[in-house]
């Protein structure tokens, strides 16, 4: 009986890939079922992606400002290396 069962369904899944290969029915499937799909997709995740970039562009910025500083904090004052030096950039 699972014999039978699995030609029966080996045959299906070869007229289903026949009937996939054809571009009226390939165009139709990708139309109708997976453009509405993708887009449903693109819009729950937008939010989430906008967010990610917001983010990204923040830390970016927050980095740069930083090396800015410190470049001028360097040129401005002399560093001091141990403890003095670590207390003199806290107290900055």
């Not at 500083?69 to 003199?88: D, M, P, R």
């Amino acid at each position: 009986m699972s014999a039978k069962l699995k030609i029966i369904c080996s045959e299906i899944i070869e007229k289903c890939v026949e009937e996939f290969k054809d571009d009226h029915n390939f165009n139709k499937i990708k139309k109708e079922m997976l453009d509405p799909c993708v887009n449903y997709i693109l819009n729950k995740i937008y939010p989430y992606v906008l967010a990610s970039c917001v983010i990204f562009v923040l830390i970016f910025l927050m980095i740069v400002t930083i090396l800015v500083i410190l470049i001028f904090n360097k040129k401005n004052s002399n560093i001091n290396t141990g403890i003095e030096g670590v207390s003199n950039i806290i107290n900055i």
